[in-house]
Structures are given as C-alpha cells and as structure tokens.
C-alpha cells in the first residue's frame, strides 16, 4: 500500500501520505500513531458522550464532592453532578471550537502567506509587520481582549482563538514560499510565461503543503490550552456546556477539599494536548525532508 | 572593530525608528477592536435596563458620538499622555494601577524566564548530546508534557503539595502582611529588600515567589528544553565542529567553544519570542497565586467588566511588547554580527 501511494503522484494529499506511510515504522512514526489513537478516542468519547456516560452532566446527581469510588468513578464536583459524565461529555464544544478555530486561521494564514511570500517586496513586509505584531502580542490575551469585547458564545470564541494563530500559519508558509520561489523550477515556471496563480497552485503549494499538517496539530495543542486558560477566566462557553475549562474555574478554589473534580478535567486536557503535540513533531520528523537528510548523514557517520 | 560597532549602532538605531510604526500598529488594532466592535462601554456598564438619556448624555461626554478620526486621535494622544480613564472597579486611574501592579509581573516574569532557561538549557543540551539514547527520550517526554501542561492546573498542584500539604511555602500573594514591605525603589520586592539590606524581607519575597515561577518556568523549559536540544544536535553534527575536531582540538573545548556557543544563538533568538508566552502563562499563574500583578488586574477587571481598566492592560502589555522585543533583538544582533547586515 506505502508503494502504491508513493507511486500514485496524482495528488497532492496521496503523496503526503505516502511519504508519511514509507517512514511510519521509524519512532517517530510510533510517536504519530500513539497520537493518533489517543486524538481518535477523545473524539470518539465525545461523539458517543450520550452512550458512555453514566449520568446526565448537568444534574446533581448526587451529593457534593463526594470523593472518587463506587458508582461515581471520579467523584462528584461543587454541584453534586458526576465528574466523570461531565468529563465524557466536557470536549464536544470544545473540539469543534478547535477545529473551527484553527480552519479559520489556515483559511487566512495560508493565502496571505502564498501572496506575501511569492509577491515579496513591500506588500510583503508591510504584511510581515502586521503579523509579527499581532505574533508579539501574548496570546491568550489577545483572545481575552477579542472575547471581552464581542462576548462568549461558541462563534465568538472561535474567532478569538483563530485570529491568535494566523501568524503562525503565515509565518511558516511565507518562509518557506520565499525559499521555495528561489529554486529552479519555479524560477522555470515564471520564465516560461506561466499565470502567477498557476505558478503558485501548481508549484509552490504542493511543495509547501507538507508544513500544514505539522502547524495543524501544533496548534490545535496551543488552542486547547487557550481554549482552557479562555474558559478558566470566565471567558469561554455560557455556563450549562460543559467544558473542562470551565469545570476547573467552577471547582478551583475548592481545590484542596476536593481535588478530583479539578484534577481529572486538567488531566484530560494534559492528555489531549499532548497527544496532539505527539502527531505533529511525529509528523515533522517524517514530512520534513531537511531533518530526514540530516538523520541519514548522523546514521551513516555512526 | 570599529566598523562592527558601527554597523550595530546603525541596527540599534533603524530598530528604535521601526518601533514606532509596530506602537502605531498595535494601539490602531486595540481601537479597531474596542471601538469599531459591536458594543459600546456605556451600554454595557448601565445595561439594557438603563436610561437612554443619561445613557445619550454619558456618551457626548465621552465623546462616543465624534466622528472615527477624532476618536482615534484623542485615543492616541490619552494613550501617550498616560489618560486611560478611571478603574470602574477600584475608581482609581487605571495608570496608577498598572503602575503598582507592573512591578509584580516583571519580578514573576524575570524569575520563571530563569528557571526556565537553567531547566531548558540544561536538559535540552543534556539530551541533544545523547541523541535517540533513553536519557533523550526521557528528556524529550519531560519537554512534552510540561509544554503541554494547562498552567492554570500545574500551578494548583504545586501549591496543593508545596504550600498546603507541606506548607513549605506560602500559599499566595506577593509578601506576608506581618512583615513590612521595604521602601519602594524599582517596585520588585526582592531588589527593594535588598537595597534595604532587610533580609527577612528578602527571604519573604523571594519564598512567595517560588511556587509561581516554578509554575511559569517549567512549562517554559518545555520550549527551551526543544529548542536547545535541536540546536545542539545540529551545531554537533556541523562542519565547523567536525573541522575543530579534525585540529585536535580537546572534546571538551570543541563542545564548549564551538559547538554550545553557537547552538545558543538561535535559542537566545527564540527567547525574545516566548516574553508573549510568559505574559500569557502569567495571567493564569497570578490568578492561581493570587500574584498581585497585571495578570490578576485583568483576571479582575474581566471578571467586573471593567472595560477602561481592560483597555489599559491591553495597551500598556502591547507597548511592554514592543520595548521588550526591541531589546531581544538588540541583545541578538551583539550576539550574532550576521543579523546586522
């Protein structure tokens, strides 16, 4: 299978992945797939939250902070409501925040490094400079500033944590367009007459395309954590969602009392951060042919 | 010699100039965002239920009814002149706030950046000179985990184990109430104990500074502990250090002079960058420490809906930013003479 989409140049996203399927049985190909898994779980939890979870996450279903044990596997937060169930149903929002939020930064990160990287010169600066700035600037409250100023809700915060991570993708991509526009071929494609959004389509993107999905995962580690660190400050979801952020900032200050209702909402989201920091360093190990080189050479001289 | 120093004068100086259109930048996109964005402060302070007139009235004072370019401008000028308005929770100008409260972030920030740079440094070098051998992968879980810990929730552990369980430390804030603090000077708690030569006072601050910059650096190291170890990794495995080895030059030496040396410019470089990562991380480990810093000032005016207070931080974090990233970037231009040309 690995050959036959190394062989099938058809696409761009066959090639990727065959690359990624030759070099899959490497560490990092483990580290990938150990990701992989963990991230497919946590969203098959979420999407079968009805199913597995023992109780309904916003009733009291019990009496407060009852401790760990018995019907109650995680215990019971402030509420008297089942931290597990809350946990189990605590990443539906969220995810698909993630998700929406880092669509978003790729939808506007990606073509405005395409055109300030191929295009060069002033636009090119002027647009670095409005990135970096907003690059500079400490994201979470970057993201506080935004959901401050137009309010919670699922949409809102997206928006928040997208505009925190288009210079990011911009960043990378510029970079690398810049680089990849010095390189024979493309200098060909430009001489031969080819339109500017061909050039760029054809052959500037496909050779680029490999630091999307490494960005990708990266960040969605990032946005979980501002998602959380959002929800944590009383900024994310309207209250009644639950949200593992935001069951950290309810049962917090009760910390000490009753440490399971703070503890295992954080643990998840340490879990799911990581996971996703494992796909995307598993993935620039494998995707990135500079590293790669640099591996064969260290090989060859031990 | 005399051409170096010239040419790095001439660095510092166009980077001083750029600092102004990067300032102009970012305080037009905190008005962009606070003023253009649907909502307004009156509206929100008085509710729905409010008056419309004394609502209508309020506004014309504020001047909310002027046309864009004249907001914009006065925006400018309040900001330079230091009048961002009055605290509607403390009722105190917001600039005497972040000016009694800055102090507080810095010594935060300046300590974790050290724990994280002794932890990252350390241990990426440790594991970048062991490469793909147990203590790397180790070393490269350890980075992992603690880039990937939420701050809010590493913090409350600390202080659950340090403070409360152990009571090793103090649980919160930035000085014990029994003790008087020293003369302000520099507004850092530790530097002032010092300069007052009271050293109880020093120990004071400095014990209820420990857990926070614990928090704040480790999950920094994390960064650094990546960082450094690709670097060393790859200035080992460099020509130059193959050719300082082929001159029989000791290992010891070729690691320390030719090899270390260099893989800390990038890191030195990445450095400056992380400064936005702290202020984030700040936020959360003052809320968890009770830190009476900028961080807990935003925590509290989000909390009170305080929008002259929010706008306040927003804009004097953005110009701390800016002052911040001028001064990484003249430190990296007098480590590595390539930047300058």
């Known amino acids: 299978m690995a050959d036959w989409f190394a062989r099938g140049r058809t696409s761009l996203v066959g090639r990727l992945f065959g690359t990624f399927l030759r070099q899959s049985r490497s560490i990092a190909g483990v580290l990938v797939w150990i990701g992989i898994a963990v991230v497919l779980a946590i969203i098959v939890m979420a999407l079968l939250a009805p199913f597995l979870a023992p109780f309904d996450p916003n009733t009291k279903v019990a009496d407060p902070e009852l401790p760990p044990g018995g019907p109650f596997v995680m215990g019971t937060d402030r509420g008297g409501q089942d931290v597990l169930s809350r946990i189990i149903w605590g990443n539906r929002v969220p995810l698909a925040i993630i998700a929406v939020a880092t669509t978003i930064s790729l939808a506007l990160g990606l073509p405005l490094g395409l055109l300030s990287g191929f295009a060069g010169g002033r636009l090119d600066r002027a647009i670095l400079l409005v990135m970096d700035s907003i690059y500079a600037f400490p994201g979470l409250l970057l993201a506080i500033a935004i959901a401050a100023v137009i309010g919670r809700g699922i949409l809102n915060v997206s928006f928040a944590i997208a505009v925190v991570y288009i210079p990011t993708y911009f960043r990378v991509i510029r970079n690398h367009v810049a680089s990849v526009k010095e390189e024979p071929f493309v200098e060909a494609a430009i001489a031969l007459g080819l339109p500017r959004r061909r050039v760029i389509g054809r052959y500037i993107l496909p050779n680029v395309a490999q630091s999307i999905p490494v960005i990708f995962s990266v960040n969605a580690a990032d946005a979980v954590l501002t998602e959380a660190g959002l929800a944590v400050l009383g900024l994310g979801l309207p209250p009644g969602i639950p949200d593992w952020g935001f069951d950290i900032s309810l049962n917090w200050q009760r910390f000490d009392a009753s440490w399971w209702a703070t503890f295992f909402p954080g643990l998840f989201i340490l879990i799911l951060t990581t996971a996703l920091t494992f796909v995307g360093e598993g993935l620039n190990d494998i995707l990135n042919p500079l590293l790669r080189r640099r591996e064969t050479k260290v090989g060859a001289e031990a | ?113 050290l724990v994280a740079s002794v932890l990252g440094i350390g241990l990426g070098t440790f594991a970048g000179t062991r490469r793909d051998r147990l ?68 120990a004071d601050a400095v014990a209820h500074l420990i857990l926070p910059s614990l928090t704040l650096g480790i999950v920094l190291s994390g960064f650094f502990v990546r960082i450094t170890r690709v670097n060393v990794i790859h200035a080992m495995g460099s020509d130059y250090v193959e050719a300082a080895r082929a001159r029989g030059i000791p290992e010891r030496s070729v690691f320390f002079r030719h090899g270390l040396k260099n893989a800390l410019v990038p890191v030195i470089t990445t450095m400056g960058l992380t400064f936005a990562l702290l202020f984030s991380g700040a936020i959360l480990t003052e809320t968890v420490f009770s830190f009476e810093g900028m961080g807990r000032f935003v925590y509290l005016a989000l909390s009170y809906r305080d929008y002259p207070a929010i706008q306040g931080a927003v804009v004097y974090y953005g110009i701390l930013m800016v002052i911040i990233s001028l001064m990484v970037d003249i430190l990296n231009a007098f480590v590595d003479p390539r930047i300058r040309y």
Do not use: C
Request: glycine share 8%.
């Open chain 2, 1 to 113: 010699m005399g051409g170096s120093t010239a040419s790095l004068r001439a660095y510092v100086i166009t980077r001083v100039i750029l600092m102004v259109p990067m300032l102009v930048l970012l305080l037009t996109f905190t008005f962009i965002i606070l003023r253009v964005a649907p909502g307004d402060p009156v509206s929100t302070i008085y509710g729905e239920r409010g008056n419309p007139q004394v609502i209508d009235r309020i506004k014309t004072e504020l001047g909310l009814y002027d046309p864009l370019y004249v907001q914009y401008f006065r925006y400018l000028h309040d900001v330079f002149t230091g009048h961002m308005g009055t605290s509607i929770l403390t009722q105190r100008p917001v600039i005497d706030e972040i000016w009694s409260r800055m102090p507080a972030t810095i010594e935060l920030t300046l300590s974790s950046m």
């Open chain 2, 135 to 202: 203590p790397d992968f180790g070393t490269r879980l350890y980075g992992a985990l603690a880039y990937n810990i939420p701050i809010f929730w590493f913090g409350l552990i600390l202080k659950l184990v340090f403070a409360v369980w152990l009571g090793w430390l103090p649980v919160s804030g930035r000085f014990s109430p029994r003790l008087s603090t020293p003369p302000t000077v520099t507004g850092l708690y530790t530097i002032d104990s010092l300069l007052a030569l009271n050293l109880p006072a020093f």
